[in-house]
């Protein structure tokens, strides 16, 4: 009687537990999976539950709405169903959803007819730094099917079963099976373990104990009674023996079904006992694990400290922390570490899982570790590439900032630079001996200068700096710059200058280039306080799309000349190396810096076509690296375009001006006069052509590029060009985007002059442009 109803037990217990299993198999193939299709979903389902008559339909649903059934044919209406408008049902979801374990509901009415209970297994995907919920898995299971595998159903057994849902206390509800009487009769008790709970099996003699009871016999019916209790124990247990097989091969069945589950699911599949005092067990791990550790499973098992062995000393407190805290919450648990194999290989890993409370006490925890080391350095290197996304988003938008700042400056400048120059010349007319007054413009006149001065290395640094570039020799710019920069270097710091030797040429600024290399060469000084050595040296390097890459530089594959500063100072920590191309941070002490050198090398450098690279170590030094496209066999030539020369003053002109800026259109219309030409001044392009359009006898055209109306300045030359094409035009911009915006090959009598403008360097344009004009139409009358 007692071996029967435990048989019975056995079976549901396996049942339930091979159920549980395949479950969560399946649920760990759709947290990876990004999106299934129906095919794809059902082929799954139809693998792993094979010979599994008793569940009659598998839905999965992400974020609570069914999107995909198995079989689809007779659940078509479960497809959009959202769990959550389902009252009845609401309660079990959300517990699966929160708590991360399965819940069992049940019995349940089926659609299909008859009684059932569900599975609801949650579903979780990785994110960066927790488990998301993805979805619920939801296994209805056929009640009458699912009890008569177990041989609950069979008559034969020669017992009376009922089971029921334990509540501490049985009603006519909470009975899955059997009459209700059996919970109140004196029948055999055995648990089945259930996720959320208990089953009640009870089971007593068919018929009752009391037709199980000896009544009074003649002889002959105790001699049959005898032969009885001789035979039938003999027959029970061969019925016994028979229904173990079933039972071991159903039991078989599911450990195939759950081994390919095991083989098809990424990673390692591992089951840790924890028990109470806080140590723990390995009590199964798949063969996959070699794939990841490098050791085979008798190894693992053998050896149950070798795989924590391998992680990382920094990661295992976290790793710790994480599991500790689900194992108090019973939420599920996520992580990633670091481990490095006993054959030294170094990977990044990734774990999730749940736990499970025992009854004896102890804490089952489920456990699936991958190896994401490839997908860390995909992150790492998206995350590279975003930062240098984020770096240029910040220094265009800085740099778009600096460019309207300067434009507006540069005005500023023109007018009082201007306005200083008239002062001047009027002060000399009066002949004053020993005028202090000046000494005073002079001394304004250059902090004028300085402030142009620093308008251009804001520019520098914004890419926005007007530059002249040349056919230069990087080499004699090394020498020229060391031979009188040197001087100011201490005598403690042994300065040694590398130069390769047939150095191709490259095409820069040449003023622009030896300011960077001053900048280099006095951070390299501040650097050696105490002294140490300083390297100069030149040198060709040929860069490749996959080193550019690598690097993540935006120049073209080819041939570079490199310029490399290398100081043994202090170097620069981790913590500055991000932040020191920016513009005004800097590590000296006040008023040591304005922070603006490093950015406003990297900005001519970059605008030049180039890269710049930099290296260093605390304690050890910092090395600078400038790379210039080289030029090939084909020589530039510097200097005008057109070969012209100024042939000396030019007589009074009729000039046409056009400035939007009141202050610089009045200051540049007063310097003209003085120059002795004669000026129409208009406030914007617009104007400007009307004026032209009434009296065409301009002898030159000076426009501001960037003005309001419906005509810039390169609009308004364009149009004056379509009636007089002899025209000359000097342009002027507060910056060189508003230069650049012109486009298109260098005109001889299109002169671009940058403000603040000095008088002398606009006399000089003038003359260059009407040496162009005669250069190309000869004497225009």
Same mark, same amino acid.
């Given at each position: ?13 396996? !049942? ?60 078509? !209406? ?33 659609? !299909? ?40 159903? /069979?008559?034969?057994?020669?017992? *009376? ?37 208990? $089953? ?51 039991? /078989? ?21 924890m028990f109470p005092d806080g140590s723990q067990i390995i009590d199964f791990i ?46 599920? $648990? ?9 054959a030294g290989e170094e990977k990044w890993l990734e774990g999730r899982g749940s ?37 240029? !988003? ?34 000399? /007319? *009066? ?351």
């Open positions: 009687m007692v071996d029967r109803a435990d048989t019975l037990r056995a079976r549901l217990q396996s !049942q339930i537990d091979g159920g549980i299993h395949l479950s969560r198999g399946l649920a760990s193939i759709l947290s990876r999976t990004q999106d299934i299709t129906q095919a794809e979903f059902s082929r799954i389902v139809s693998e792993i539950f094979t010979d599994l008559p008793e569940v009659v339909n598998i839905a999965w649903a992400p974020d609570m709405v069914i999107t995909r059934v198995h079989p689809v044919k007779g659940n078509e !209406q479960a497809i959009g169903l959202d769990f959550r408008t389902v009252p009845d049902q609401f309660d079990a979801v959300v517990k699966a959803r929160d708590t991360g374990q399965i819940v069992l509901v049940g019995p349940v009415d089926l659609v !299909q007819g008859g009684k059932g209970f569900i599975f609801r297994v949650p579903v979780y995907a990785s994110g960066e730094d927790t488990v998301r919920f993805k979805g619920l898995l939801s296994l209805v299971f056929d009640m009458n099917a699912f009890l008569a595998k177990s041989g609950m159903s /069979d008559p034969g057994i020669g017992i *009376e079963v009922a089971m029921a849902v334990d509540h501490g206390r049985f009603g006519p509800v909470d009975m899955i099976h059997g009459p209700l009487d059996l919970a109140t009769d004196t029948s055999i008790v055995e648990q089945v373990l259930v996720p959320g709970g208990n $089953w009640t099996l009870f089971a007593r003699p068919a018929g009752g104990w009391k037709a199980a009871q000896r009544p009074p016999l003649t002889d002959l019916l105790l001699l049959i009674v005898v032969c009885l209790l001789i035979l039938v124990p003999m027959v029970t247990a061969n019925a016994l023996a028979v229904s173990r097989k079933a039972t071991i091969q159903k039991m /078989d069945t599911t450990a195939r079904h759950l081994k390919g589950v095991m083989e098809n699911v990424p990673g390692a599949y591992i089951t840790y006992k798949s063969d996959r694990c070699i794939e990841i550790w490098g050791l085979d499973r008798d190894t693992v098992m053998e050896e149950q400290t070798t795989i924590w062995d391998t992680i990382n000393r920094d990661d295992l407190p976290g790793l710790q922390a994480e599991i500790d805290r689900a194992a108090k919450t019973l939420t599920p $648990w996520h992580f990633k570490w670091r481990i490095t194999t006993p736990l499970t409370a025992q009854p004896d006490g102890t804490m089952r925890r489920d456990s699936f570790v991958v190896d994401i080391t490839e997908q860390h350095k995909r992150d790492e290197e998206f995350e590279r590439q975003a930062e240098l996304v984020r770096q240029a !988003q910040k220094q265009e938008s800085i740099g778009l900032m600096t460019g309207g700042v300067a434009h507006d400056f540069n005005n500023l400048l023109a007018v009082v630079r201007g306005s200083l120059e008239l002062l001047r010349d009027d002060l000399e /007319d *009066e002949d004053v001996e020993d005028d202090d007054r000046l000494s005073l413009v002079a001394t304004a006149i250059q902090a004028a200068d300085r402030g142009s001065d620093l308008t251009k290395s804001m520019l520098s640094f914004a890419r926005r700096a007007r530059l002249n570039p040349e056919v230069v020799d990087l080499n004699e710019v090394v020498q020229e710059t060391k031979a009188w920069a040197g001087r100011t270097l201490p005598a403690t710091i042994d300065v040694r200058v590398d130069l390769a030797m047939l150095l191709p040429r490259i095409w820069v600024d040449r003023g622009s280039t030896a300011s960077a290399l001053l900048n280099l060469i006095v951070n390299a000084r501040d650097a050696l306080p105490k002294g140490g050595q300083l390297t100069i040296s030149t040198a060709l390097e040929k860069l490749d799309a996959q080193a550019l890459k690598r690097h993540g530089d935006d120049i073209d594959p080819g041939a570079y000349v490199v310029l490399t500063i290398s100081d043994s100072g202090e170097g620069i920590s981790k913590a500055n190396m991000d932040r020191i191309f920016e513009p005004f941070f800097s590590t000296k002490h006040p008023g040591k810096g304005s922070g603006l050198g490093l950015s406003m090398v990297q900005g001519f450098v970059k605008q030049s076509g180039g890269t710049i690279r930099v290296t260093s170590e605390p304690g050890k030094g910092t090395t600078f690296k400038l790379y210039f496209k080289a030029l090939d066999g084909k020589k530039a030539t510097s200097g005008r375009a057109d070969g012209s020369r100024v042939s000396g003053p030019v007589p009074g002109l009729r000039i046409l001006l056009a400035e939007d800026d009141e202050g610089v259109r009045t200051i540049l219309t007063a310097t003209l006069e003085r120059l002795n030409h004669k000026v129409a001044a208009a406030r914007n392009g617009d104007t400007a052509l009307e004026l032209f359009g009434k009296d065409p006898g301009f002898d030159l055209l000076i426009t501001d590029i960037v003005m309001p109306g419906d005509l810039q300045g390169t609009d308004l030359a364009r149009e004056i060009r379509q009636i007089d094409k002899t025209l000359p035009v000097i342009f002027l911009s507060g910056y060189a985007r508003d230069a650049d915006a012109i486009g298109g090959e260098v005109d001889p009598m299109e002169i671009r002059l940058m403000k603040p403008v000095r008088r002398k360097v606009l006399a000089e344009a003038i003359e260059r442009a009407l040496a162009a004009r005669k250069a190309r139409w000869g004497s225009v009358s």
